[in-house]
């Protein structure tokens, strides 16, 4: 493998902002070697002892309740990233993992788990001494420790966007980035992330704008269709995405704000807790994000799998997560990620979830459809995919009314494409809702036509 390879995606990521000054002191992440095994033990199959210890697996560990089957939509190389990420070094068989990739084709592991975000779980997962030749392991290395210094960096940059915040009387949440990382993996430097998600309550939005450019940020676009403003640091390339609403406009799911921020935790992200989502909350607006872009990113289904199992009580969480529309978009991710990464489900899923339900044959139907695609790089360009996605985000939804408003609001609530497309005066700006659908019906004709 050519290690010129890896540097041409290294520099498709965010540019290097070591540079950028930090202004928080003695601040570090110390990377565990027993990381994986300790923070990704929830993925562990039951009835399983850890590596190095006698293995005894139950009779139900191989039982697939979902019947779903991957079709060979994964390939020997995939797979073997996936068990890898999953932090286990044996198959959904106690089969070991091999050290190292089918043929030694270390270029194509390391690209498919860089496309999936889970490049950090897999060089975590493995060791260095182990990968060839000598230049794509420091590539590796070069990797990791940019990856590193970047999250750092912005996870001081957070602490210091909530402090400014706070010291402006503004309440604030955090979510997904160096959030979601602590949570999921216990360390920021386990997951990619570009840019920070902060939510405000709407009445507050027009002060945290004026509070975070009195701070040096500099918005890039605000459209007021939207709920989430965009504001970047000039200097050190920091991005804020400032939210009002913690999921999509186009999402069936009602989360007032001050609702989110009543059941409000805390979570070190490294050094110092932030305010973030409670545990509920956080696995129903990570299970809404992935279930909206239909799952293409592996990390997004690891990080949910994780947040889940952490619950000390299964019934309350899916009892809130049934309350907001959202079961069936968890159990989906639960269903993928056990097929693909080898997860076992949490130990008492199947008190609280019927698997006769419509629920469950739901999920299970739209996870089907979603592992075929996974692997797919070019899917996600696809517009017969696009089609077909939708009837799928259709089926996670939990009534004919939520199916209903979910598809009127894709087709007609305008996003920043529908402005690229035409450019009108603000004044106008409520006929980009006549704009979407035409767009939308001009781009995906020949998809229809083929049926």
């Known amino acids: ?47 399983e002892t850890r590596v190095g210890a006698e293995r005894e697996t139950t009779s139900s560990t191989s039982e697939d309740p979902s019947g779903l089957d991957d079709g060979g939509a994964v390939d020997e190389c995939q797979q073997w990233v996936l068990h890898r990420c999953r932090g286990d070094t044996s198959d959904v068989n106690g089969t070991a993992v091999p050290p190292t990739p089918p043929g030694e084709d270390w270029e194509r592991a390391i690209n498919f788990a860089r496309r999936h975000r889970i490049d950090m779980l897999l060089f975590a997962s493995i060791d260095r001494d182990t990968i060839g030749p000598a230049s794509v392991r420091e590539a590796v290395e070069r990797m990791e420790t940019n990856t590193k210094r970047q999250n750092l ?31 999921a993996y216990g360390d920021i430097s386990l997951r990619r992330f570009v840019d920070l998600d902060v939510l405000v309550a709407p009445a ?12 040096g940020y500099e918005r890039r676009k605000r459209y007021k269709h939207l709920s989430e ?38 979570v070190d992200i490294g050094g110092q807790a932030v305010p973030a989502l409670s545990l509920e909350d956080a696995v129903m607006v990570h299970a809404v994000h992935g279930s909206k872009h239909c799952w293409y990113r592996g990390e997004w289904l690891l990080a949910v799998t994780a947040l889940i199992r952490q619950s000390k009580d299964l019934g309350a969480l899916f ?16 269903i993928i990620t056990h097929r693909l990464f080898g997860a076992d489900y949490p130990e008492s899923m199947y008190d ?43 089926r996670l939804c939990p009534s004919v009314r939520t199916k209903v408003r979910f598809f009127l609001d894709t087709v007609t609530k305008p996003q920043e494409a529908d402005r690229e497309f035409v450019s009108l005066p603000d004044i106008v700006s409520p006929l980009y809702r006549i704009v979407r659908p035409v767009r939308l019906l001009y781009r ?3 998809s229809l036509n083929r049926g």
């Not at 290690?3 to 070591?18: F, M, N």
């Not at 507050?204 to 701070?215: F, G, K, P, S």
């Not at 069936?328 to 991710?333: G, I, K, S």
Request: hydrophobic share 35%.
């Open 444 to 446: 995906y004709r020949e």
């Open 1 to 47: 493998m050519s290690p010129d390879r890896i540097q041409i995606d290294v520099a498709r990521g965010r540019p290097d902002t070591a540079s950028g000054s930090v202004n928080r002191v003695g601040r570090t992440i110390t990377h565990q070697e027993d990381l994986l095994h300790r923070q990704l033990n929830p993925f562990q199959r039951r009835g």
């Open 204 to 215: 507050d939005r027009r002060q945290a704008i004026e509070t975070l450019e009195a701070a």
């Open 153 to 183: 960096q912005m996870a001081a940059a957070l602490i210091d966007i909530v402090d400014v915040l706070r010291d402006n009387d503004i309440p604030v949440i955090t979510y997904k980035g160096p959030v979601v990382a602590s949570r």
């Open 352 to 394: 609280v979830v019927e698997r006769e339900s419509s629920e469950w044959e739901s999920a299970t139907a739209t996870a089907a459809q979603f592992t075929q695609w996974i692997t797919r790089p070019e899917w996600v360009t696809d517009d017969r995919s696009h089609l077909e996605g939708l009837r799928a985000q259709l």
């Open 229 to 266: 403003v965009v504001l970047e640091h000039p200097e050190t390339g920091t991005v804020i995405d400032l939210h009002t609403d913690a999921v999509p406009d186009d999402i069936p799911v009602s989360l007032p704000f001050g609702e989110l921020y009543e059941r409000r935790t805390r």
């Open 319 to 334: 009892g809130h997560l049934r309350a907001n529309g959202c079961e069936r978009m968890a159990l989906c991710a639960l």
